[in-house]
């Protein structure tokens, strides 16, 4: 079944350890993103990646990297959690379309949580 | 940067049509989505309006004014597996979704 998969579902994490969290998509889409949702704030948007091989900072990068070495993958790195990085995140992904609708779909989340 | 509002939550009973409304204020404007999100699941891409008007898709509906920065999401005949928060979503002038808090729809028996 095509869409997006999230790995792990949820992770309890000691401070100043290094986490990643992966993403993978079988929809062949150029664009992914990184959200992480907090209760009152809404989705805010991390990283994205436009295309295989380029990267950029959202809303709230910092503490965050990104690489997408492939169009399927696009994995989110935390060097050094700290406890606000606590949080749901989303991983989604689009045709890259600067035309249409280009809706964005996402991947189940991953609850973190840094202790 | 950008700035999104929408109430907070809402309860309506079983039948009933309920509205919600978003107001937004970007940089730039590319469209504006509806989405849904159940409680511990992922959102769920709802409807999408560029230009002024309803748009219906059937027992949702959503309503631009780009001119009044304004946007709504009507629920008709609502179902208790109706009963979720609704997120909207403006794409700015960077083609970048920037999301409002959403809104938690209760339905009632």
């Known amino acids: 079944i095509a869409g997006i998969t999230q790995a792990p579902t949820s992770q309890i994490l000691a401070a100043g350890r290094r986490m990643t969290l992966r993403c993978t998509q079988d929809m062949r889409h150029n664009a992914m993103y990184w959200y992480r949702q907090d209760l009152g704030l809404g989705l805010r948007l991390i990283h994205y990646s436009n295309t295989a091989g380029t990267t950029g900072k959202g809303e709230v990068p910092d503490g965050y990297s990104v690489s997408r070495a492939n169009t399927d993958d696009f994995p989110l790195t935390l060097a050094s959690a700290v406890p606000s990085q606590t949080s749901v995140y989303f991983c989604?992904?689009?045709?890259?379309?600067?035309?249409?609708?280009?809706?964005?779909?996402f991947g189940p989340g991953t609850r973190l949580t840094v202790l | 940067g950008q700035n999104i509002d929408q109430p907070t939550e809402m309860t309506a009973t079983e039948g009933a049509i309920v509205q919600i409304n978003c107001t937004y204020q970007t940089s730039g404007f590319n469209g504006l989505f509806w989405y849904q999100q159940h409680a511990g699941e992922a959102p769920t891409f709802l409807s999408y309006n560029v230009l002024d008007g309803l748009e219906e898709k059937g027992r949702f509906s959503s309503f631009l004014s780009r001119s009044k920065g304004y946007s709504y999401l009507l629920l008709k005949e609502l179902q208790m597996k109706d009963s979720a928060s609704y997120l909207c979503a403006v794409r700015d002038g960077d083609y970048k979704l920037s999301f409002g808090a959403g809104t938690t729809v209760t339905v009632r028996a």
């Open positions: 989604a992904s689009s045709d890259g379309a600067t035309s249409g609708t280009d809706t964005q779909y």
